[in-house]
């Protein structure tokens, strides 16, 4: 099993651009997460699924949005870039019942 | 806001030693988890607790919870440069979201 992946790991955006951060996991896990990494500040939920179709908000979604059309899948999308979007973001999964969440590798994005 | 709230920030320690980390955190919990994240990666579970546990082994791992001070403690002992990474809390309070501390950052010299 590859776990859980994150394309790219590498993003350097200029301000108002969009882009789609992909995460995937082969674990067949209902739930998934998106989270952020600042300096100093842990991990902040952005948004996160309990299933296809359904997802909800974290404690900082504004300006990401996410879809859950598959099991496996669980884009962020960033409609129009700011630079305090500059962060680490990681997406995990988990399975229904089981806390214990696993992480995908981060992708570092810069927003100039 | 954070739930948890690591203490150190950061502890640099001798190879053989052992390590203790501190978490508080501010809300009724379901269970504590505590994750380890080697530089430029991801997270790794390491331990969780339940609520109603006051404390779990795991290999060199030792978790303490103390739901009165709302307070859990990782002790990691014999450490070895292996484990020099920042070690997160997490609490579990409202079923799907896992709120995370600060971290701690453990250098270990050898």
């Known amino acids: 099993n590859a776990g859980v992946t994150q394309t790219p790991k590498f993003q350097v955006l200029k301000t108002g651009q969009s882009m789609t951060l992909q995460c995937a996991q082969d674990?067949?896990?209902?739930?998934m997460s998106w989270y952020r990494q600042d300096p100093g500040m842990g991990l902040r939920l952005i948004h996160y699924?309990?299933?296809?179709?359904?997802?909800d908000q974290g404690e900082v979604p504004n300006g990401y949005n996410v879809s859950r059309s598959t099991t496996e899948d669980f884009p962020l999308r960033l409609l129009s870039a700011a630079p305090s979007q500059t962060s680490v973001y990681f997406c995990?999964?988990?399975?229904?019942?089981?806390?214990?969440?696993?992480f995908g590798p981060g992708t570092r994005l810069t927003v100039l | 806001s954070q739930q948890g709230e690591e203490d150190p920030q950061a502890l640099s320690i001798q190879e053989g030693e052992n390590a203790t980390m501190n978490c508080s955190y501010k809300?009724?919990?379901?269970?504590l988890q505590w994750y380890r994240q080697n530089s430029g990666r991801g997270l790794v579970h390491l331990i969780l607790?339940?609520?109603?546990?006051r404390e779990k082994h795991s290999g060199r791992l030792r978790v303490t919870l103390d739901t009165s001070k709302k307070s859990s403690s990782l002790l990691i002992t014999a450490s070895r440069a292996a484990d020099t990474a920042s070690y997160f809390c997490?609490?579990?309070?409202?079923?799907?979201?896992?709120?995370f501390g600060a971290g701690t950052i453990l250098r270990v010299k050898s």
């Open positions: 995990a999964s988990w399975e229904e019942g089981h806390n214990e969440q696993f």
């Open positions: 674990m067949n896990h209902e739930y």
């Open positions: 699924s309990v299933g296809a179709g359904i997802t």
């Open positions: 809300t009724s919990i379901n269970n």
């Open positions: 607790i339940r609520s109603n546990e």
């Open positions: 997490a609490t579990d309070s409202y079923g799907n979201k896992l709120v």
